[in-house]
């Protein structure tokens, strides 16, 4: 669909210069009715000294396409084109076609339309698309139309015939046909958007990642992949960021075709993607982490449509369905969405499943590990609790670090996972959790002493007992509540505390 007046007026007042001129040129290929007056306000208001040329070369051009324009042909000449097209003979009137085309005669348009109507004849359809752009973007929408057609010499000549129009909406309709099934109308796409020469496609695409509607940034992440634009892979890679699940998702496969096809940027990009801490960043976060360190994991087998989701409820539920597959799951499904979500929410949901699954742990276990870094605690903590489910005890070392996270959820999480083989490290680390003025950080320590049912912990509880925070003294003593029937040592911690209180009563 082509641009509404009340579109392009917003983006000419951006505080963006490469958006105002977009607008501008927008506007001038538009059928709004008084865009001449319009860019002449907007001139006033413009302060951009390029854009200001641009505005009156504009006008210039536009006012010089209302002047008349005097036809070299005859009244007998169109009495005979009009007799033509009534012919009987298909030869007759293909020959009129033709005729009516070079001469670029616009008013048989409506008989030219007629005979196609019921021909459906590729031929006719051909020279009307070719008669119709006469009027520049007057008959856009019916170009635009033959976009539709089953034949793939129309859709070709509808994208030549937009590929001339040039503004955004056209492009955009073309970059959807750069991927299609028939050799012809995806080499016409790809001519017709390597024709814009590179500068200019940069531009476009530039453009068309930044878009506010979906549908052009998914565009532009499909035709990405098709055309060989020396920027293409960077701005993939701005799209792998993008709010929208299917844009994401077509950018990741954009990067991964043009790796396959030799592309070392692309490639670059997805193995510093996979290597950086953690997967799911932000553009502010990523960027800066390209460095370059190869790892192999693979990445393109396909998960559930409602994993690749824009709503975040739809991903959640895919996960949980692919923990609870039966066959199990391939973690590289996994692995893959990890690359291009965004919430923080699904990003901890992802990395403990991976950890619930059956897969290799050469693979799943260096994808956790970048997770112990990452910049949200509960997914450091979900990568922590994943380790523990399928790396064995006497092996996870690599929590090490954890039991000095800021995170009392990950230290906790840590103590728990290390505890059997590394005691003199776990101690010290519940000690710190139970000697930290942080109510969170003692209601952890008493948590841990619950899960691991240790007889040999009754002294950290008797200091949790006699705890400041109420809510850490009444948490340990249902625990210990709880453990008293199994273990004589609690058991005794508890009574021994109870007689305390009786005694300050």
């Given at each position: 669909?082509?641009?509404?007046?009340?579109?392009?007026?917003?983006?000419?007042?951006?505080?963006?210069?490469?958006?105002?001129?977009?607008?501008?040129?927008?506007?001038?290929?538009?059928?709004?009715?008084?865009?001449?007056?319009?860019?002449?306000?907007?001139?006033?208001?413009?302060?951009?000294?390029?854009?200001?040329?641009?505005?009156?070369?504009?006008?210039?051009?536009?006012?010089?396409?209302?002047?008349?324009?005097?036809?070299?042909?005859?009244?007998?000449?169109?009495?005979?084109?009009?007799?033509?097209?009534?012919?009987?003979?298909?030869?007759?009137?293909?020959?009129?076609?033709?005729?009516?085309?070079?001469?670029?005669?616009?008013?048989?348009?409506?008989?030219?339309?007629?005979?196609?109507?019921?021909?459906?004849?590729?031929?006719?359809?051909?020279?009307?698309?070719?008669?119709?752009?006469?009027?520049?973007?007057?008959?856009?929408?019916?170009?635009?139309?033959?976009?539709?057609?089953?034949?793939?010499?129309?859709?070709?000549?509808?994208?030549?015939?937009?590929?001339?129009?040039?503004?955004?909406?056209?492009?955009?309709?073309?970059?959807?046909?750069?991927?299609?099934?028939?050799?012809?109308?995806?080499?016409?796409?790809?001519?017709?958007?390597?024709?814009?020469?590179?500068?200019?496609?940069?531009?476009?695409?530039?453009?068309?990642?930044?878009?506010?509607?979906?549908?052009?940034?998914?565009?532009?992440?499909?035709?990405?992949?098709?055309?060989?634009?020396?920027?293409?892979?960077?701005?993939?890679?701005?799209?792998?960021?993008?709010?929208?699940?299917?844009?994401?998702?077509?950018?990741?496969?954009?990067?991964?075709?043009?790796?396959?096809?030799?592309?070392?940027?692309?490639?670059?990009?997805?193995?510093?993607?996979?290597k950086q801490n953690p997967f799911g960043l932000w553009p502010d976060k990523?960027?800066?982490?390209?460095?370059?360190?190869?790892?192999?994991?693979?990445?393109?087998?396909?998960?559930?449509?409602?994993?690749?989701?824009?709503?975040?409820?739809?991903?959640?539920?895919?996960?949980?369905?692919?923990?609870?597959?039966?066959?199990?799951?391939?973690?590289?499904?996994?692995?893959?969405?990890?690359?291009?979500?965004?919430?923080?929410?699904?990003?901890?949901?992802?990395?403990?499943?991976?950890?619930?699954?059956?897969?290799?742990?050469?693979?799943?276990?260096?994808?956790?590990?970048?997770?112990?870094?990452?910049?949200?605690?509960?997914?450091?903590?979900?990568?922590?609790?994943?380790?523990?489910?399928?790396?064995?005890?006497?092996?996870?070392?690599?929590?090490?670090?954890?039991?000095?996270?800021?995170?009392?959820?990950?230290?906790?999480?840590?103590?728990?996972?290390?505890?059997?083989?590394?005691?003199?490290?776990t101690d010290a680390a519940l000690n710190r959790l139970a000697d930290s003025?942080?109510?969170?950080?003692?209601?952890?320590?008493?948590?841990?002493?619950?899960?691991?049912?240790?007889?040999?912990?009754?002294?950290?509880?008797?200091?949790?007992?006699?705890?400041?925070?109420?809510?850490?003294?009444?948490?340990?003593?249902?625990?210990?509540?709880?453990?008293?029937?199994?273990?004589?040592?609690?058991?005794?911690?508890?009574?021994?505390?109870?007689?305390?209180?009786?005694?300050?009563?």
């Open positions: 669909m082509k641009r509404s007046l009340q579109d392009i007026m917003f983006d000419i007042k951006s505080h963006d210069a490469d958006i105002r001129r977009f607008a501008v040129r927008d506007l001038c290929v538009s059928d709004i009715p008084d865009k001449v007056r319009i860019l002449e306000d907007f001139l006033v208001a413009e302060t951009d000294i390029q854009i200001k040329y641009e505005i009156r070369k504009s006008i210039n051009e536009l006012q010089s396409l209302n002047r008349p324009v005097k036809k070299n042909l005859d009244s007998e000449n169109l009495r005979n084109l009009d007799r033509a097209f009534q012919a009987t003979d298909p030869e007759i009137v293909n020959r009129a076609y033709i005729y009516a085309v070079k001469h670029r005669l616009e008013e048989f348009l409506p008989e030219m339309l007629l005979i196609e109507s019921y021909t459906q004849d590729t031929f006719h359809k051909v020279c009307n698309i070719r008669l119709l752009l006469v009027s520049g973007d007057k008959h856009f929408d019916h170009i635009l139309g033959y976009l539709e057609d089953p034949e793939p010499r129309v859709i070709s000549t509808a994208i030549e015939a937009l590929e001339i129009i040039g503004n955004t909406q056209a492009l955009a309709s073309i970059t959807q046909f750069s991927g299609h099934e028939h050799n012809r109308v995806r080499a016409t796409a790809i001519k017709a958007l390597h024709n814009l020469g590179d500068a200019r496609s940069f531009a476009f695409f530039t453009r068309m990642v930044q878009s506010p509607h979906s549908a052009f940034r998914d565009s532009a992440a499909f035709a990405l992949a098709q055309i060989n634009l020396e920027q293409g892979p960077q701005l993939l890679a701005i799209l792998l960021m993008d709010e929208v699940e299917s844009v994401r998702v077509k950018a990741l496969r954009g990067l991964e075709k043009l790796a396959d096809e030799g592309n070392g940027r692309a490639r670059e990009i997805l193995e510093n993607v996979e990523i960027f800066h982490k390209f460095q370059g360190i190869k790892v192999e994991v693979p990445i393109k087998k396909e998960g559930p449509a409602a994993l690749d989701s824009d709503i975040q409820e739809f991903r959640m539920s895919a996960v949980q369905s692919l923990v609870e597959q039966e066959d199990g799951t391939d973690p590289s499904i996994i692995i893959n969405r990890l690359k291009l979500e965004k919430d923080y929410k699904v990003i901890a949901a992802l990395v403990v499943s991976l950890g619930r699954i059956k897969g290799d742990p050469k693979i799943i276990v260096p994808v956790l590990e970048k997770y112990l870094s990452h910049h949200n605690d509960r997914v450091r903590a979900n990568a922590v609790e994943a380790i523990t489910c399928i790396v064995p005890p006497a092996n996870r070392q690599i929590l090490f670090r954890c039991l000095d996270d800021t995170s009392n959820r990950v230290v906790g999480n840590a103590i728990l996972a290390l505890y059997k083989v590394f005691r003199k490290k003025p942080h109510k969170l950080n003692n209601l952890t320590a008493a948590f841990c002493i619950g899960e691991l049912a240790d007889h040999n912990l009754h002294i950290l509880a008797t200091k949790l007992l006699r705890n400041r925070h109420p809510e850490v003294r009444e948490k340990t003593e249902t625990i210990l509540k709880i453990l008293e029937k199994d273990i004589p040592a609690f058991r005794t911690t508890l009574e021994n505390y109870k007689k305390e209180k009786e005694a300050f009563a």
